[in-house]
């Protein structure tokens, strides 16, 4: 079955250290995205890729960071940099960057900082 | 810029009712609209999309949207719940692209449905 992974699906980090949250797809979709979501906040983009090699930040970029070296795999990394960063993260996927293509979503990762 | 405004963060209702989940944009260009729905702890699922054509258009699991242009809404609609609807639903916009423009969804706040007996 095609679709996207993520993991794990709870991540526990103290205060002060960086964590990596995995996404893969295997629907050889193009672009790739990560939003986060808190409680009455809807979702937020965090990141996206277009291609491989190439992102760009979205509204909430600070004290993220991202790569794109496979086209099937799209890291986020959470700093130290970011102050509240407990919440529900999704990344999701699509054909291309263009804005009439659905979106396809992970099940998600929930980030609690202790 | 683009916004999107979930006026309801919960509408419950009966099983069997008839629901509408509202939703407004504003963009000062033309836009594409999505609605979402999100079951506990899970990713998002596309109900449905205007993207041109009919105003009225169909999605799954019984729902519909209408698109209007002068009041800048997409309201989803179902003539009768079920139990296995509550979720939150969220409605999306991104804006028809410029060239060299990157694309982007926002979304809005939410809808939480809660169906009941």
């Known amino acids: 079955d095609g679709g996207i992974t993520q993991s794990p699906k709870y991540l526990f980090r103290k205060e002060g250290q960086n964590v990596t949250l995995s996404c893969e797809q295997n629907l050889n979709h193009d672009a790739m995205y990560w939003y986060r979501q808190d409680p009455g906040q809807g979702l937020r983009l965090i990141y996206y890729?277009?291609?491989?090699?190439?992102?760009q930040k979205g509204d909430i970029a600070e004290g993220y960071s991202v790569s794109r070296e496979k086209k099937e795999s799209f890291p986020l990394t959470v700093t130290s940099a970011q102050k509240n960063p407990t919440a529900f993260y999704l990344c999701?996927?699509?054909?291309?960057?263009?804005?009439?293509?659905?979106?396809?979503f992970g099940p998600g990762t929930r980030l609690t900082v202790l | 810029a683009q916004s999107v405004t979930q006026l309801d963060s919960q509408v419950p209702v009966f099983e069997e009712a008839p629901v509408e989940l509202r939703c407004n944009y504003s963009s000062s260009v033309s836009v594409y609209l999505f609605w979402y729905v999100q079951y506990p702890n899970q990713g998002l699922q596309l109900l449905l999309k205007?993207?041109?054509?009919?105003?009225l258009v169909k999605g799954i699991n019984g729902f519909e949207a209408e698109f209007n242009k002068s009041q800048t809404s997409f309201h989803l609609r179902k003539p009768s719940v079920h139990i296995s609807d509550t979720a939150e639903y969220f409605c999306a916009v991104s804006q028809r692209p410029d060239t060299g423009t990157a694309s982007k969804l926002t979304f809005g706040t939410g809808t939480r449905l809660q169906v009941t007996l």
């Open positions: 205007y993207l041109s054509g009919s105003t």
């Open positions: 890729s277009q291609i491989v090699n190439d992102f």
């Open positions: 999701a996927s699509s054909e291309q960057g263009g804005s009439y293509n659905e979106q396809f």
